[in-house]
């Protein structure tokens, strides 16, 4: 079990990954999926997962609008990489323990495109 997880990614004796462009698209297909394999009789604890990282963000920016801020094109880039993928603040020490504690925008600023763009 271990050694099948490692290799597909997939905590569960059955997987079912899709690939696509369409972020939409990719989300309906997985509820359908989910809802037609929960129907197989024995099937339990059946979700939906989704793999950090997979989609890819294209921000092209209107730079003499940056410049018109006193920005620069690395300060607006670390922004909005801080913001959708996290940046680690800080990290909290408990004896031994340590924890990372990690500053990005809440999920509905950084869920799609066009929220981001708003941000």
């Known amino acids: 079990m271990r050694l099948d997880e490692v290799i597909s990614g ?6 079912v990954k899709i690939y696509g462009d369409s972020l939409d698209l990719l ?3 997985a ?3 989910e809802r037609l394999v929960a129907k197989i009789p024995g099937a339990e604890d059946v979700s939906v997962g989704t793999s950090a ?5 294209q921000i092209e920016l209107d730079r003499p609008a940056i ?9 607006v880039r670390e ?3 801080s ?3 996290g940046t680690e603040a800080t990290r909290v020490v408990d004896g031994r323990r340590r924890y990372p504690i990690v500053v990005r ?3 509905p600023y950084r869920s799609t495109p066009d929220a981001v763009a708003k941000c």
């Open 83 to 85: 913001g959708v993928g």
């Open 31 to 33: 509820a359908e999926i």
């Open 79 to 81: 922004a909005v990489e």
């Open 10 to 15: 997939v905590r569960a004796d059955l997987g």
């Open 53 to 57: 990282g997979a989609m890819r963000l």
């Open 67 to 75: 410049a018109r801020y006193g920005l620069n094109v690395a300060d």
């Open 27 to 29: 989300q309906a297909k």
């Open 105 to 107: 925008l809440d999920a």
